[in-house]
């Protein structure tokens, strides 16, 4: 089992940039991949961003794509979302996620919130016009 705690969320205006952290706790970080999600009151949770075990492959929702970062440190047990370029629109609740399903190390985690296992609690951003 592991534990995820999300950081790093805030306040931005539009065009800025934040940094969010997931830590993980346990010894088999390396051995889950990694899902980033995030979540607006009355939508379902959106897919933002995957890792694999590894931290070589990554995965991206198009809305995100070119301007959110996704990055692993596999011995501080700890996922990375880097997001540059914010807009109004990505104002939203984010979670890390772990899935344990992935077998390979070089395959990012699913774009499917129902595939994984473990989540943090979330931590919100807002982007101001």
């Known amino acids: 089992q592991v534990q995820l705690v999300e950081s790093g969320g805030g306040l931005v205006q539009a065009g800025g940039s934040l940094r969010l952290s997931c830590a993980a706790s346990?010894?088999?970080?390396?051995?889950?991949?990694m899902g980033w999600f995030r979540q607006v009151p009355g939508k379902e949770r959106e897919f933002v961003a995957a890792?694999?075990?590894?931290?070589?492959?990554?995965d991206y929702a198009d809305s995100v794509r070119g301007r959110f970062t996704t990055s692993r440190d596999n011995v501080k047990n700890t996922v990375y979302l880097q997001m540059s370029s914010l807009k109004p629109e990505d104002t939203a609740v984010y979670y890390c996620?772990?899935?344990?399903?992935?077998?390979?190390?070089?395959?990012?985690?699913?774009?499917?919130?129902?595939?994984?296992?473990?989540w943090g609690q979330g931590t919100q951003v807002t982007v101001s016009s």
């Open positions: 996620a772990a899935d344990r399903n992935v077998r390979s190390m070089a395959v990012p985690g699913s774009i499917r919130q129902y595939d994984y296992d473990y």
């Open positions: 346990g010894r088999t970080f390396s051995s889950y991949a």
């Open positions: 890792i694999s075990k590894s931290g070589g492959n990554t």
